[in-house]
Structures are given as C-alpha cells and as structure tokens.
C-alpha cells in the first residue's frame, strides 16, 4: 500500500512539475518577436503613372486634364508627335491616372520583384481591365528604386443601368502581384560594422534587461547591454557570414517579456470596449439607472358649431411621458476582476455607453487600477 501511495504521490508531483514548466514557458517569446534589428526595415515607394485598356470607365479629359497631358508626353518619349489641333482635342476615354505605392523590404536586391497598389486620382470609374504602363517608383530621397508594369487585379464589380447602379467593394483601387522589379538597394544597419541595436517593439526596462541577460548566459557576458527601455546594443561580429550566424542564435534566443500593462481601450465611436489583462478594482459601489423623456405630438381638428361664425383649425397636443427606472446599486469588493464587473452591468441592462461612462467614473474615483484609453 505504501509502495502504491508512493507511487501516486510521485506521478502526481511529475504532472505538477510538467505544468508548471508549460506554464512558464507558455509565456516565452523569441526575440524575434519582441525586436527588431536597428536600421533594418522596410520603405515606403510611389510614383505616378497611366493605366490603359479600360472599357470608357476612364478620366474625363475635360475634367483631368493632366491626365492627357501625362498621354501626349508619353507619346513624344515614344517617338508620336500629334498636331496640335489633334492633342487639343484628344478626349480619350480608355485611360486614367493612377498613383502607384509599394514598399521595398529589407535587403531587397536588383531583379526582384514586389507587389503594387493602384489607385485612381481622377474621376475615373473603374480600373477593371486596365493595365498599368511602366511606372518608376522613387523613394523619400526621389531615387528609383523599382518600376512597375503590368494587369491589374481589381476585387471590386459594378454595373449601371438607367439610372440605377450596384457597386461591390471599391473598383477604382487594384493591385499587381509581383508588379515592379527592383532596380536599386537599400543600405541598412546590417551592412555597417561594428556593434548592432536591438529595437523593442514595446519598449519596457524590465523586457530589455532580460532581452540582455539572456544573451549574456547564452553567448557570453559583455556581449549584450541595455541602454535604455527600447534598446539593446549588442556586440556582434564584422564579417557578414559570422554576423548572420550570430543575430541567427539570438532570434532563436526565449525571453519571457515583461507583463503588458493593465489597460482599458475605449472606442467612444464605436461603443467598443476592449479589457486588457490585470485590470482589477478597488472597493466601490456604482449606481445604474436610466431617465427616459418620450414627447409626441398629435394635430386635432376644432371643429365649430355650423350657426357659428367660428373656423375649422387645427390645434397641435404634445404629451410628455418621463420614465426613470430604478437605479441598481452594484458593490464591488477590493480585487475584484473587471471581467466580472463587465459581467454584473450587463446584467441590469448597461449599454456599451453606460459602461463607457461608468468606466470613466471608477477611473475619476480612483477604483479603476489600469490605464484607461479613449480613441
């Protein structure tokens, strides 16, 4: 029997011992998902440019201009000289004017090729069919880093007729996968020797001195130092190919992070509350009850006596009906969750605009332990 027990008792302290340890790597993060390399990100391309074959769902001339204008110059880079009574009265009704964007990864190389977005500037009513004309793309600098070309893919659809019109999605916006090849690089924090940075995405002391000692137990103390709640230098190798091994074994490297802060996000427009985790209250009491004021108005008709002399009017009667519940006093005990706080008020009826205002209230009142945040 004691051989049994022990037995038991030992499978048991195992299970325990399991899920502790699951628990408490349940919470770990990589560092690659907790920061990024310094100088290692991506950029924001545009450019303008024509797109062409659509089926008279195009600019108006008269209207946009420059949109033939942009089509006579293309036509003089393209060898076309048109007289100018012929480009003065060009109306064409197949093109439009489009602002192309894309963004250029990271060590993104010549010869590649990256999506595109199209999309109308003109009063042009659908890009469906159409087909972007080589567009260079330039960066903040005003180099060209890429050009794009090629069919569009359009998601939305509409039709029309007399008069009445049906639209899905947006038909003036599309994209090309794979639509621009790249013509030019990138310099980026890689590329320069000497130590690198690691930028948190959430910047927090406590997540950046355990981003540091873990590097420092696995790779060797000195190596990595935190200098301040978003960043953490680290001393890696000069040449590319141990560089890359190196940032490689730190990526791979868990943390477990700092826990998030207790918040409350309040969308006012929306009616959206959203709870973060943590958020606990103080000892307090809320009042919920509501005033409704109802008025309606109904004409009656005065009829006079026929003998009489009077008129037949009409006479306006407002009635006002005013309604107030009764307010349901709710009590909360110290460390109660806002979880079961947002549970009780829904259950004596509170609105989404209630309990927006009954938040800001806890909050006022010094009950509400979280940061609450109004968008």
């Not at 569009?152 to 916006?173: K, M, P, R, Y």
């Not at 000692?213 to 790779?219: A, E, K, T």
């Not at 409704?292 to 009667?317: C, E, F, H, M, W």
Request: with cysteine; glycine share 10%.
């Amino acid at each position: 029997m004691k051989t049994l027990r022990w037995k038991r008792l030992l499978l048991i302290l195992i299970t325990m011992t399991l899920a502790l340890g699951y628990l408490a790597g349940a919470y770990a993060e990589t560092v690659r998902n907790l920061a990024t390399v310094g100088g290692v990100r991506s950029n924001q391309l545009v450019g303008y440019g024509l797109v062409v074959g659509l089926n008279g769902t195009g600019d108006q001339a008269t209207q946009v201009p420059y949109t033939t204008q942009s089509l006579l110059n293309m036509f003089q880079r393209l060898g076309i000289n048109l007289p100018a009574s012929v480009a003065t009265n060009l109306q064409p009704k197949d093109v439009a004017a489009v602002i192309v964007t894309a963004h250029l990864p990271p060590f993104a190389q010549p010869g590649q090729t990256i999506n595109v977005t199209v999309s109308a500037v003109g009063n042009a009513s659908s890009l469906m069919g159409g087909t972007l004309l080589m567009t260079p793309l330039k960066g903040a600098d005003g180099q060209t880093y890429a050009v794009a070309q090629g069919n569009l893919i359009v998601s939305g659809f509409g039709a029309s007729s007399n008069g009445a019109s049906a639209q899905v999605n947006v038909t003036t916006a599309g994209t090309i996968p794979n639509g621009a090849n790249v013509e030019r690089t990138v310099s980026n924090g890689f590329d320069q020797a000497g130590p690198m940075t690691l930028e948190l995405h959430t910047p927090s002391f406590t997540t950046a001195a355990r981003i540091a000692d873990v590097i420092n137990q696995q790779l060797g103390y000195g190596i990595a130092e935190a200098m301040n709640a978003g960043e953490v230098k680290v001393q890696a190798p000069t040449s590319p190919g141990p560089r890359v091994t190196f940032l490689s074994e730190i990526e791979n490297l868990d943390v477990t992070p700092e826990t998030p802060l207790a918040k409350v996000i309040i969308d006012a427009r929306s009616g959206t509350v959203v709870l973060g985790q943590n958020v606990t209250l103080g000892s307090c009491a809320v009042a919920h009850g509501n005033l409704s004021v109802t008025i309606s108005q109904k004409y009656l008709v005065s009829q006079p006596n026929p003998l009489g002399a009077g008129q037949t009017v009409v006479v306006p009667q407002a009635n006002v009906n005013i309604n107030q519940s009764n307010a349901k006093l709710l009590m909360f005990k110290p460390g109660v969750s806002l979880e079961a706080v947002v549970r009780a008020l829904n259950a004596v009826g509170a609105t989404p605009t209630d309990l927006i205002a009954i938040l800001q209230a806890m909050k006022a009142a010094g009950a509400l332990h979280a940061q609450l945040e109004v968008v």
